[in-house]
């Protein structure tokens, strides 16, 4: 066993010194998030301080390679930073789509100088990544996509569109899977590229969702000319390359499924708002869907920790990914339904100020069990992949 | 701590898995009901040679002191053959019960025989039906330099078998813990078949005389000891009921891939998949629960009671909606006796009203956690 005490208290010494005072407040809604990126305005001095100096250590992504500029650290530190980060209240540095999806990805497939020319702009936040798969005919059979890439000679020409790409209008680049192939089977024509989304021929166009937010959009390429050196592994074999990545965004939604740091457990919040007798929350309705809720929220919280043991010790289950998604999310929407109970016609207020934040994190986390792949969807990857039940 | 098993620990569970699945199968439950009998002497027999009895017994008094994870991984396996056995009342329970509580003589005169397996204690606790020790009634009343306990305890599991009574009375100075032989002047037992083929004790001490060394500890000081002997016991009998739930899962895992209608395996039903993959999340999410609890009792962690409370509510949840589940996909020969699935749902019954049924854990889960 590594000892992690020395490494504990130097974590916890660098974070004291120097996470600011106003990153270890909890977020009061998504809009506290950093994404980073060219046009990013940062919100703060603490915001941008906090990113910096977290990504000159590469704790943006810790157990990254040092190489490209991660931290390097071992699953062990790594928990051990999450736990004094937790400790402290702070806040991620940066969310990323670079650091929860595309990463991995590239660190597995992309060649040499495609990890030295993107991976040390996804840890520093410079480069703001979105992500090109849902076409308006391919939802759940993502793999029936049509968007082409006709090879130029020097150049792809990509024409088609994508929908309900989150951030468009806000990231830099783009990775996006494209038809290479027509005359094979749907999952065989199928490649992974990255581009830039200044690129001549790229439109985006906003789509209003029932938060009144507008998240993501239509995705219009029109003759844009990708360098062939943009290509990530094999061509036709992007399908490959998609799934893997999938399985680190469904990690990624699952852990909303997960109290945010600092936010108080739901039962005490009904106590509190609600009232006790005898020290029992008044509203036993609402206590009982409160434990029934706290004890899964407990039982997954532990699960993720059960998971990631395993893979530290080399034990990995699989398709973990699409259990910790089905299961978090509907858990996520669970809490958000039971904050909205505890807070009663208060927390129907749509005003774009603070005081609707509740009401529109409620009607966002609707969302949770359809993008990244459906509920529904997953639970067919578990009946047909790790169960093996006949197709 | 890892939330995994150690080596150890993944050694004893594949050991007891290899034993207990060759020697006794599910079979040898219908064999034990049909001969008319209502426990397995040979299954304990053989697990007292090899020793587990002993499990959670500290070394000083001849145990193995492996710990609550150890009894945990042998129970869920018990609980995937059901396995019918003293293990969890008198090896894990009652021993517990008995280290935290009793004095050095106490402890030297039943620890080495109960981890032999020679010595079966159980705890009678419950006597309304739920185990609630607020509704204790039983009296102790000091007499003769001893005491005369007066009242009746329900539903005992084991208790006409065990030799040791360890029974929870109350008086003025509050609660306490007396061991005395089931064979004393002034017990009467009566016995009933109870739905998984065991019988259930029902217990009446009538002015049953004990000198003072039958009493555990102190009248009045058990409440602490009690507290950990009932987080050990939801913990412990969670392992099982987890047991059951994966074994009853897979078995119905296999029939969707084996039975036909409509010219297809029922499997390729995606109304059966779902369920059959909400369930699987379910079980999996499960497994985490039972394993830290069992891993704060060992660590002796101030979670340990919300961890205890909160697997045993969760798997009593998830081993009824799992044995329910079974039956109903296997269709019609679920509902019969000649297929073994019915025998889970009526051990899972069974489990998940010992030790506190899902209302109970729920509720003290709450409380814990303030509210
Ligand atoms: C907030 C949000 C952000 C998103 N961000 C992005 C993004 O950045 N980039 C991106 O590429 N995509 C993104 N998506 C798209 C998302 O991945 C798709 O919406 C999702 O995969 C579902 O596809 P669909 O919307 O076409 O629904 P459909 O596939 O049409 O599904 C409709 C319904 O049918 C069910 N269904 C479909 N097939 C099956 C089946 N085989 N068995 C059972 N039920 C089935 C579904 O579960 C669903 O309930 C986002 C979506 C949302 C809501």
């Not at chain 1, 899964?296 to 919280?301: N, R």
């Not at chain 2, 609660?175 to 009467?188: L, N, R």
């Not at chain 2, 913990?235 to 009853?248: K, Y």
């Not at chain 2, 059959?276 to 394993?291: D, G």
Request: hydrophobic share 40%; with cysteine; charged share 25%.
């Amino acid at each position: 066993m590594e000892n992690l005490d020395q490494f504990r208290a130097e974590t916890r010494e660098w974070l004291e010194a120097n996470c600011p005072e106003d990153m270890r407040q909890p977020m009061r809604s998504d809009e506290d998030q950093c994404w980073g990126g060219r046009k990013w305005v940062f919100q703060s001095e603490g915001q941008q301080l906090w990113l910096e100096r977290m990504a000159t250590k590469g704790w943006t992504a810790p157990r990254w390679p040092a190489e490209y500029g991660g931290g390097g650290l071992s699953g062990g530190e790594a928990k051990v930073l999450k736990e004094e980060m937790s400790r402290i209240g702070a806040r991620r540095p940066l969310n990323s789509f670079g650091l929860d999806m595309l990463g991995p990805a590239l660190l597995l497939y992309a060649t040499e100088e495609q990890k030295q020319q993107y991976i040390p702009d996804i840890i520093n936040g410079r480069i703001r990544w979105c992500q090109g798969y849902s076409e308006p005919n391919s939802g759940s059979d993502l793999a029936s996509l049509r968007t082409k890439a006709e090879d130029m000679g020097d150049h792809y020409l990509i024409n088609g569109s994508k929908v309900w790409t989150s951030y468009a209008d806000k990231a830099d680049w783009i990775f996006c899977l494209v038809r290479t192939d027509f005359d094979c089977p749907k999952h065989e024509g199928i490649s992974f590229m990255l581009f830039d989304m200044a690129s001549e021929g790229v439109s985006t166009k906003p789509i209003k969702l029932i938060s009144g937010s507008s998240p993501f959009c239509e995705t219009f390429f029109d003759n844009v000319k990708v360098p062939k050196g943009n290509l990530v592994g094999t061509l036709n074999k992007g399908w490959e390359i998609a799934k893997y990545l999938l399985t680190h965004e469904r990690e990624m939604i699952g852990g909303f499924g997960l109290a945010g740091g600092g936010l108080k457990p739901l039962g005490q919040l009904a106590a509190s708002t609600r009232g006790t007798q005898d020290g029992r929350l008044r509203d036993t309705s609402l206590r009982a869907e409160a434990i029934s809720f706290e004890l899964d929220e407990m039982a997954f919280g532990l699960t993720i920790e059960r998971i990631t043991d395993e893979t530290k010790a080399g034990q990995g289950t699989g398709a973990s990914s699409s259990i910790l998604k089905m299961y978090g999310t509907e858990l996520n929407k669970l809490r958000m339904e039971l904050m909205m109970a505890i807070g009663g016609t208060d927390s129907l207020n749509f005003e774009s100020d603070r005081t609707g934040a509740l009401v529109k994190s409620w009607l966002r986390s609707k969302a949770n069990s359809i993008e990244g792949g459906t509920t529904e969807v997953q639970l067919n990857i578990i009946a047909k992949r790790i169960l093996g039940l006949p197709a | 701590m890892a939330l995994i098993l150690d080596e150890e620990q993944q050694l004893l569970k594949d050991s007891a898995k290899a034993f207990l699945s060759e020697n006794f199968p599910v079979s040898a439950l219908r064999a034990m009901r049909d001969s008319g009998n209502d426990h397995m002497p040979e299954l304990w027999a053989q697990m007292s040679e090899m020793g587990w009895p002993g499990m959670v017994v500290p070394d000083a008094y001849s145990g193995l002191e492996f710990g609550y994870v150890g009894a945990g991984v042998v129970l869920e396996e018990m609980g995937r053959t059901l396995a019918l056995s003293p293990f969890l009342s008198s090896a894990v329970v009652s021993a517990t019960l008995i280290t935290k509580l009793g004095n050095e003589q106490q402890k030297e005169a039943l620890l080495p025989s109960i981890a032999s397996g020679e010595l079966t204690a159980v705890l009678a606790a419950d006597e309304s039906g739920h185990y609630n020790l607020d509704e204790v009634a039983t009296e102790a009343k000091a007499s003769d330099g001893g005491f005369a306990i007066s009242g009746s305890k329900r539903g005992v599991i084991d208790g006409h078998h065990a030799d040791v009574l360890l029974v929870v009375c109350k008086n003025d100075s509050g609660s306490g813990v007396f061991a005395i032989p089931s064979d004393s002047d002034g017990i009467s037992i009566e016995t009933r078949l109870i739905v998984d083929s065991q019988r259930a004790a029902d217990i009446t001490f009538t002015d049953v005389f004990v000198g003072a060394d039958a009493l555990l500890g102190e009248l009045g000081g058990a409440d602490e000891a009690l507290d950990f002997t009932l987080d050990v016991a939801a913990a412990c009998s969670s392992a099982e009921m987890l047991g059951i739930a994966i074994e009853s899962f897979e078995r119905t895992v296999g029939y969707l891939k084996e039975r036909e209608q409509f010219g297809s395996k029922i499997g390729t039903f995606q109304g059966l998949q779902h369920r059959a993959a909400q369930l699987f999340a379910e079980i999996e999410v499960t497994k985490s629960a039972v394993l830290s609890a069992l891993q704060a009792l060992d660590a002796d962690s101030e979670k340990r009671s919300v961890l205890a409370s909160m697997a045993k509510a969760k798997c009593s949840k998830v081993v009824r909606n799992a044995t329910e589940e079974a039956v109903q996909m296997h269709g019609g020969i679920g509902m019969t006796d000649e297929f073994d699935i019915g025998f889970f749902m009526k051990r899972a019954a069974v489990c998940r009203q010992a030790y506190g049924d899902y209302h109970f854990h729920a509720d003290r889960f709450a409380t814990l956690r303030g509210y």
